[in-house]
């Protein structure tokens, strides 16, 4: 009679179980704590959204006391500087449709307005890869953002081609409007932000537009020592607002790895991330 190796056999019961093991229903059952903690406001990853709100103003109501509430606030400007004056993947195409525009301008003055263009990220960024010499590239954003954003191209001797504004009304007509993740914090309608420029731009360019579904939400999101209300918009109504104002959709393209899932609402599904080129009807 041949004497059984047990500890041989213990480690083929050890693997089976493993190669069996149901890694996904442990994540369900987590789940509901999980969303428990992110209700709480506990979630600390940058990425991650917490809480679901009615409306803007709800969302910005429910930030924590112990936070800095959205982005008019000076502790928020260094807040991602150093990763958005580097080109992203998700910027290339539009590198690509900026630079198309710009070529059929056959070397003219072009004025830009990026709004929510932060200190000027993406005029940095772009400019290593495109000609933006004959641009006049003006940023919209909050107070906080253009004060800093003015001493740092007065700093870097930008001043010619690099200007800001933080009243929308007084921005310089343009002829591009860029909008590089902007409306997920745009706190009106994008067609009454539109509609307060000084005249409709012959292009918009649209880029990590989150959208979903379902019916428009607002959620949280944290970066660094703040929380900003954040807005998924329902997709069918924005494409609908989108016609309504003028404009026809000349390219659009998906963002897949910047889908975000609410960690408090797992129930509502992720958002898209989606980007847009827009060239006005008339």
């Not at 998924?232 to 897949?256: C, H, P």
């Amino acid at each position: 009679m041949r004497a059984v190796d047990l500890s041989a056999s213990a480690g083929v019961k050890a693997m089976r179980t493993l190669l069996h093991f149901d890694a996904s229903r442990i994540k369900r059952l987590g789940r509901p704590l999980h969303s428990a903690v992110a209700k709480l406001h506990l979630v600390a990853r940058r990425a991650e959204l917490t809480g679901a709100y009615s409306d803007y103003k709800s969302a910005l109501e429910a930030v924590p006391r112990w936070a800095v509430a959205g982005y008019d606030n000076d502790e928020v400007v260094p807040v991602g500087v150093e990763k958005m004056i580097k080109v992203i993947d998700w910027d290339y195409p539009i590198i690509f449709w900026l630079e198309r525009e710009l070529r059929k301008r056959r070397g003219r003055w072009t004025n830009l307005l990026d709004a929510g263009g932060h200190v000027g990220t993406k005029y940095r960024a772009f400019r290593r890869l495109i000609d933006l010499s004959k641009v006049r590239w003006e940023v919209y954003d909050l107070p906080p953002m253009v004060k800093a954003g003015a001493e740092m191209a007065r700093r870097d001797g930008l001043e010619e081609n690099l200007s800001f504004c933080s009243d929308v009304s007084e921005a310089r007509k343009a002829e591009i409007l860029l909008c590089s993740g902007l409306l997920q914090y745009l706190d009106e309608p994008f067609p009454e932000f539109v509609s307060r420029l000084a005249a409709r731009p012959e292009v918009i360019l649209l880029n990590k537009v989150a959208l979903r579904d379902g019916p428009t939400i607002f959620s949280l999101q944290r970066g660094g020592p703040a929380y900003f209300p954040y807005q998924v918009r329902e997709k069918r109504t924005f494409m609908n607002e989108l016609q309504a104002i003028g404009y026809e959709i000349v390219d659009s393209w998906q963002i897949q790895y910047l889908s975000h899932a609410i960690a408090s609402h797992p129930e509502l599904g992720s958002s898209q991330s989606w980007g847009f080129v827009l060239r006005r009807s008339d």
